[in-house]
């Protein structure tokens, strides 16, 4: 498997899939900011309309860590629902379970979140979840179980959309997440673009 600091590399900018490590001096992209290969800072070759449309859903592909099925068939549910599918298709990954444990900052990385949530860490509506890739929808309510476990790192702030009560350790989605308001590192319309051609 493509160890996670060449995928960052490979993409030229920090996918945050190792946690701490992404935050300190000693993260490889900073350290060696070109892509990985025996050949070394080498320049980039300029990449075709196609070239970048792949990139980017590559990118998509990693920072979710989703298989290409699984992201197609995102694009294909996207597309068929009303709406912008590009605002659709980021709805359908910002609304899973990994990514919203991840977006509180409860985790460093969304591997973290995974497998937090496959170790029965998690409770969604009242009942027990380990499926990492389970959408919720508005209004859902996300319970911690183990509450001494788990420690909020906080570097994240808590999206608008989402409500943390750190009492009583809830998560409540308040409403469904706009593609304006993440600061998302892909570009969502390419990737769109290449599954639609």
Sequence with gaps: MQNACRKCRREGVKLFLKGEKCFSPKCPITKR???PGQHGPTAFSKLSEYGK?????????K???LTETQLKNYYLKANKKTGDTSENLVKFLELRLDSIIYRLGLTSSRSAARQMISHNFFQLNDRNVNIPSIVVSKSDEIQIKDKKKIMA???QKIPSWLVFDPKSKKITVKTLPTKDELEL???VNLVIEYYSR
Excluded: M, T
């Design 33 to 35: 900011p070109y892509a």
């Design 53 to 61: 449309q792949l990139r980017e859903k590559q990118k998509v592909r």
């Design 63 to 65: 920072i979710y860590n």
């Design 153 to 155: 790192e906080r570097r």
């Design 185 to 187: 590192p892909y570009d």
